[in-house]
């Protein structure tokens, strides 16, 4: 089983940058494309961003395109989230997690808000 644990979230103003992390446990890390994911209350989660076991292809959501920036460090179990020129739509909590189906149990999320 695999663990993840996100952070880097906060409060950002409009035009604002925050890096996210995750980093998991398992051995399985190196072996997995993976993705981040965010979700409002009331909606489903969705795909943001994801990255292959390599590193050399990611894929991005329309919405995040030109402003996010996923990377990923297999040595430290870790997977980063970029985000520059945040606007108040990119409010939500954002998880990290293998690029399912299936997914692993999903962490506690970090809490990203964008408000003047």
């Known amino acids: 089983q695999v663990h993840y644990v996100e952070s880097g979230g906060g409060l950002v103003q409009p035009g604002g940058s925050l890096r996210l992390s995750c980093t998991a446990s398992g051995i399985t890390f190196r072996f997995d494309a993976l993705a981040w994911y965010r979700q409002t209350p009331g909606k489903q989660r969705e795909l943001v961003a994801a990255i292959t076991i390599s590193g050399g292809t990611t894929n991005y959501a329309d919405s995040v395109k030109g402003r996010f920036t996923i990377s990923r460090d297999n040595a430290k179990k870790t997977v980063y989230l970029q985000m520059n020129s945040l606007v108040p739509e990119d409010t939500a909590v954002y998880y990290c997690?293998?690029?399912?189906?299936?997914?692993?149990?999903w962490g506690q999320g970090t809490q990203v808000t964008v408000s003047s």
């Open positions: 997690n293998r690029k399912g189906p299936p997914f692993f149990d």
